[in-house]
């Protein structure tokens, strides 16, 4: 039974994590750096452990600092939350040599969707539909020009360990091949020390859209329906929302049973995300798997009723779901708007600084997740997330009506926010009527 959990994270998604664990009778230990020792989260935790410097190479990062902690505390789990060591096979493996349960799939499972090109394979073999791309490992540019020539242009090159958009380069024509191939090579050995690409099929103007999977140690899974993530910028999300207005009941049905039948490929067990991309025409294709909990995981939380942090907890615990696929009904629509300490003047240029004054809204249909409280500093050392902002209503219209009320409440003094821009996005005649794609934010 795990009756102590440390979350080796910080922010909003820790201060989430406790109030999970409290609600559970479980107890909680978080980390914190240097920088934030009067962070929310060292302060809402039952213990509080200090494990190093504000960068985060030498705190949040360290695998041998965290499984200290862990072991000092006398801790039998710990939950990664997301980013930091959340997909590190590494980590999690080391966990399980320590007999600490990490709180997400096995690490096994974590190494073979990190490599993307794997992940596709698996996908392959397991009849779920993938983008047209290379079967085999790709690692110059003469061998990789042949392979685009098959594939047909336009096409794009990726890095086998990426993901969110490091180490990627399209080439529309035979001619830019060569440079778009050498430099999304570069930038991947600079970034994952590894020179291994794969090309693709380039889907032009697509949606993303992702669906929420919850499984359990002993094969069963099912699907929590779909966000469509579409309104991003730099591979940044910035607005979520569930459902998507691009998906009929059918092709919901259709997607979210290759979403089943990805996960039970991978033999996945926990909460994890399959990642589409969905053209116009209705034809979708895998493209990454993410074997964590993620930011944008609330409003899937509020059309379906599903606390997906406890069932996280449950499920590495080792107990069986507490839902089968018939339980899952989609109420309302649920929007999520992220608000960061950034200038959307300045290209979104960070805004560290202290915050002198707030306001934040609530009210019936309105959740705020953050960690953030009236004299709070904002360091420099992470990222730029301060809350999220989430609503439901019964309908989407009724939804960016109560988000845009929500939004225009939103009072933070002292550091830039994108408050303001969001509020823009949600008048948006093309947000509005729903007509978005990943393009969205860069054709404003
Ligand atoms: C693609 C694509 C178009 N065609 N693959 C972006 C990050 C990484 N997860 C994969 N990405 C993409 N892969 C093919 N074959 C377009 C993107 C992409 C993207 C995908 C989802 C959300 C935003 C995006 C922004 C730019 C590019």
Redesign the pocket.
């Given at each position: 039974m795990i009756e102590k959990v440390l979350i080796a994270n910080r922010g909003e998604i820790a201060v989430r994590i406790i109030r999970a664990c409290r609600e559970m009778g479980i107890e909680t230990v978080a980390v914190y750096s240097e920088a934030d020792k009067e962070a929310l989260h060292t302060q809402l935790a039952d213990e509080a452990i200090c494990i190093g410097p504000a960068p985060s190479s030498e705190s949040y990062l360290s695998m041998e600092r965290i499984i200290s902690a862990t072991l000092v505390s006398g801790a039998d789990a710990i939950h990664p939350g997301f980013g930091f060591l959340s997909e590190n096979s590494k980590f999690a493996e080391l966990c399980e040599q320590c007999n600490i349960t990490f709180i997400g799939p096995d690490s096994s499972v974590i190494r073979k969707m990190g490599n993307k090109q794997e992940a596709r394979n698996t996908m392959v073999a397991a009849n779920v539909p993938v983008?047209p791309?290379s079967k085999e490992p790709v690692y110059d540019a003469a061998a990789g020009a042949e392979t685009a020539e098959k594939i047909g242009y336009p096409v794009?090159v990726?890095a086998a360990l990426g993901?969110?958009?490091k180490g990627?380069r399209v080439a529309e024509t035979a001619e830019e091949f060569e440079n778009s191939f050498n430099t999304a090579q570069k930038e991947t050995k600079m970034a994952f020390g590894d020179d291994t690409m794969y090309i693709?099929?380039?889907?032009q103007h697509?949606r993303?859209i992702e669906f929420q999977i919850l499984a359990d140690k002993y094969g069963n899974v099912i699907h929590l329906g779909e966000r469509d993530?579409?309104v991003?910028r730099n591979?940044q999300k910035m607005i979520e929302e569930s459902p998507s207005v691009a998906l009929s009941e059918e092709l919901r049905t259709k997607m979210g049973e290759a979403a089943v039948k990805a996960a039970k490929a991978a033999q996945y067990s926990n909460a994890g995300t399959i990642?589409f991309?969905l053209e116009k025409n209705g034809n979708f294709y895998f493209?990454?798997m993410n074997t964590r909990i993620q930011v944008e995981h609330p409003v899937t939380e509020w059309v379906t009723g599903i606390d997906l942090i406890k069932e996280q907890i449950s499920i590495a615990d080792g107990r069986k779901l507490n839902y089968i696929q018939e339980d899952v009904k989609i109420t309302g629509h649920a929007i999520e708007c992220r608000i960061n300490a950034e200038n959307p003047k300045k290209n979104f240029r960070p805004s560290p600084g202290a915050i002198t004054d707030m306001y934040l809204p609530g009210g019936k249909g309105v959740r705020i997740d953050s960690a953030i409280y009236s004299g709070y500093t904002v360091t420099p050392y992470y990222d730029s997330m301060l809350a999220k902002l989430i609503v439901h209503a019964k309908n989407r219209k009724e939804a960016i009506r109560k988000m845009r009320s929500a939004l225009g409440e939103v009072i933070i003094e002292g550091i830039d926010t994108n408050v303001d821009y969001q509020y823009e996005i949600l008048h948006h005649p093309d947000f509005e009527s729903g007509d978005i794609d990943?393009e969205f934010i860069e054709r404003l």
């Amino acid at each position: 039974m795990i009756e102590k959990v440390l979350i080796a994270n910080r922010g909003e998604i820790a201060v989430r994590i406790i109030r999970a664990c409290r609600e559970m009778g479980i107890e909680t230990v978080a980390v914190y750096s240097e920088a934030d020792k009067e962070a929310l989260h060292t302060q809402l935790a039952d213990e509080a452990i200090c494990i190093g410097p504000a960068p985060s190479s030498e705190s949040y990062l360290s695998m041998e600092r965290i499984i200290s902690a862990t072991l000092v505390s006398g801790a039998d789990a710990i939950h990664p939350g997301f980013g930091f060591l959340s997909e590190n096979s590494k980590f999690a493996e080391l966990c399980e040599q320590c007999n600490i349960t990490f709180i997400g799939p096995d690490s096994s499972v974590i190494r073979k969707m990190g490599n993307k090109q794997e992940a596709r394979n698996t996908m392959v073999a397991a009849n779920v539909p993938v983008i047209p791309g290379s079967k085999e490992p790709v690692y110059d540019a003469a061998a990789g020009a042949e392979t685009a020539e098959k594939i047909g242009y336009p096409v794009i090159v990726k890095a086998a360990l990426g993901g969110g958009g490091k180490g990627m380069r399209v080439a529309e024509t035979a001619e830019e091949f060569e440079n778009s191939f050498n430099t999304a090579q570069k930038e991947t050995k600079m970034a994952f020390g590894d020179d291994t690409m794969y090309i693709e099929h380039f889907v032009q103007h697509p949606r993303h859209i992702e669906f929420q999977i919850l499984a359990d140690k002993y094969g069963n899974v099912i699907h929590l329906g779909e966000r469509d993530c579409s309104v991003q910028r730099n591979h940044q999300k910035m607005i979520e929302e569930s459902p998507s207005v691009a998906l009929s009941e059918e092709l919901r049905t259709k997607m979210g049973e290759a979403a089943v039948k990805a996960a039970k490929a991978a033999q996945y067990s926990n909460a994890g995300t399959i990642e589409f991309l969905l053209e116009k025409n209705g034809n979708f294709y895998f493209m990454e798997m993410n074997t964590r909990i993620q930011v944008e995981h609330p409003v899937t939380e509020w059309v379906t009723g599903i606390d997906l942090i406890k069932e996280q907890i449950s499920i590495a615990d080792g107990r069986k779901l507490n839902y089968i696929q018939e339980d899952v009904k989609i109420t309302g629509h649920a929007i999520e708007c992220r608000i960061n300490a950034e200038n959307p003047k300045k290209n979104f240029r960070p805004s560290p600084g202290a915050i002198t004054d707030m306001y934040l809204p609530g009210g019936k249909g309105v959740r705020i997740d953050s960690a953030i409280y009236s004299g709070y500093t904002v360091t420099p050392y992470y990222d730029s997330m301060l809350a999220k902002l989430i609503v439901h209503a019964k309908n989407r219209k009724e939804a960016i009506r109560k988000m845009r009320s929500a939004l225009g409440e939103v009072i933070i003094e002292g550091i830039d926010t994108n408050v303001d821009y969001q509020y823009e996005i949600l008048h948006h005649p093309d947000f509005e009527s729903g007509d978005i794609d990943i393009e969205f934010i860069e054709r404003l």
